[in-house]
């Protein structure tokens, strides 16, 4: 069985998530491989609180972007957008996806 498109948002719409869901990834493989270490940056923050910070601004970032294409082309519900095609749709899309909080 295929999801069903809702929609297919703009290809500068789908590059925005795509980089913003690249970044959030990024950000979570390196704090996963800081968890066992204690580096610390000049400032005496440690480099992990930096990067929990990145995270939750990134996820803040996320959610305007579905803030603004929900509100753009109507959607309401659990959905996905695949950061490849820029296709929305109900169901999980293979590969992966960012589902709207």
């Known amino acids: 069985m295929t999801n ?8 500068y ?3 925005k998530i795509y980089r ?7 950000l979570n493989e390196l ?7 204690q580096i610390q940056i000049l400032n005496g923050d440690s480099l992990s609180e930096k990067i929990k910070s990145d995270i939750i601004d990134c ?4 959610q305007k972007w579905w ?3 929900a509100n753009k082309y109507n959607l309401r519900g659990e959905m996905v957008v695949s950061c490849e095609t820029g ?3 109900k169901k999980a899309v293979k ?3 960012v589902p709207l909080f």
């Open 67 to 69: 803030n603004i294409i």
């Open 31 to 37: 704090l996963e491989m800081l968890d066992n270490t």
């Open 95 to 97: 590969g992966g996806g």
């Open 87 to 89: 296709e929305i749709t």
């Open 59 to 62: 996820k803040k970032r996320i």
């Open 20 to 26: 913003l869901n690249r970044r959030l990834d990024s």
């Open 13 to 15: 719409e789908r590059n």
């Open 4 to 11: 069903e498109v809702i929609v297919k948002v703009e290809d």
